[in-house]
């Protein structure tokens, strides 16, 4: 049943709960790029359903929503090539997370740490969709038969309860029905740290700006907050087990090496015994020459909401051409009647 050579289809998705971030750019929206122009079929999904799961203020989810979409298209997404939509426009990921909200265990989402850090220690008082959340990310997967799910490594824990969902509905409904999908996570890093706290991951809902570069910050803001990013008091190491003590080595060395499509080997045999100044100053430009087309481009396409609505119609239409038939079958196998209104 899941042969990837016979058949691969890619599905990710981002929340658009603030401005995207040089993390989301590295490890999704570059990566969505690559495979979308290495001719896989791709579903790519703004998830406004999970966003609402912690507070968004409405008038300012609309807009995050439009960014997101902007981010996704500066970034390279075709939508000649690629499915882009946001997810509230296609109901099928709604109601297959219904269903799998039947088939998950309590169990299962209370051992989700994404969970236990967004609740904190007041969990009595975090949103019900927060716990469930990861049915509906299954959902967004298995909707659409997805066979291969490219993520930061932030994702992986909610990516096995995605296999785990998938397995347990194929036995306990005795059918190969949903694929048991395999998570993308590749790249020199694979989780970006902030730039406040190298055991933290860079986030969009970080309390502090200077945590993490927005794909909208100017040169200047990129430049101000690589200066500003927490360092050590030693020379940059050399060697690639010296990374391990060293997380802000690490983490500014890994988005140089993302940045610039540099195996880490060289970007240590460059920066090697050299001050942490050194590294910024080489970062900074590398990343303002990297992002300042893509801020630019997001800032014109934000300009134009209508056509960024009129684009996330028409992936929605095809999202859902795939989605309502697969939902449908679904319905089927746990013993709904067949509904007269949709077919
Ligand atoms: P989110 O911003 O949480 O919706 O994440 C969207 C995508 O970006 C997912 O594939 C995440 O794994 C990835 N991502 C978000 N933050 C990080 C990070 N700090 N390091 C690596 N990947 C990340
Ligand atoms: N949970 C992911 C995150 O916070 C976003 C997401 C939702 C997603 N549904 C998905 C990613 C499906 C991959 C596939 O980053």
Redesign the pocket.
Known sequence: MNNPSARMRIF????P?GV??L??Y???LKRFVELQDSGQECVYCI?DL?AITVWQDPGALKDAIRHAAAAFLAAGIDPGKSILFNQSQVSAHAELAWVFNCVARMGWMGRMTQFKEKAGRDRENASVGLFTYPSLMAADILVYHATHV??????KQHLELTRDIAIKFNHDYRRDFFPVIEPLIEGVT????SLRDGTK????SDPSDYSRINLSDSADQVAKKIRRARSDAFALPGQASELASRPEARNLLGIYALLGNTAMDQVLDRFGGKMFSQLKGELTELAVAVLGPISAEMNRLVGDPAELDRILGDGAERAASLADPILQQTYDIVGMLPSRRRN
């Open positions: 990710s998705g981002i929340q709960s995207l971030t993390a989301n590295l490890c999704a998830v999970h490219p993520v930061g490594d932030d994702q694979t989780r970006i740290m991951k860079m986030s969009k």
